[in-house]
């Protein structure tokens, strides 16, 4: 699985590092309702660097052997926030640690 925002890849990950495995989803999910052809089943993700989309922002997905669907982000409010997402001392995130971590006074990072 793979996520752009405006081009940037966002999320890259194998759906074997998922806590709950695709077919133990699947098997979950039938057994309150009827799967049909074409439905999708969200299944969350790790937020790291993600953030809130904002208007006039291009997504793309893809999964792999699945397909690729592309969506044009519309806020009517158009309303503007902080991108990516600060995940505590252990961030992966380049801008969001350059926001949020404190720089050490010692020399050390």
Not at 13 to 25: K, R
Not at 99 to 106: A, L
Request: hydrophobic share 30%.
């Amino acid at each position: 699985m793979q996520f752009w925002v405006d081009g940037q890849l966002r999320h890259n990950y194998n759906t074997d590092d998922m806590e709950h495995l695709v077919p133990e989803l699947v098997e979950f999910a039938t057994t309150i309702m009827t799967l049909n052809s074409g439905d999708v089943i969200a299944c969350g993700t790790n937020h790291e660097g993600l953030g809130p989309l904002q208007d006039g922002e291009v997504v793309d997905f893809e999964i792999h052997g699945i397909g690729k669907m592309r969506l044009d982000v519309r806020d009517p409010l158009k309303r503007t926030w902080e991108k990516g997402i600060y995940m505590g001392p252990d961030s992966t995130n380049p801008e969001a640690i350059r926001r949020n971590r404190p720089t050490s006074t010692s020399g050390r990072a």
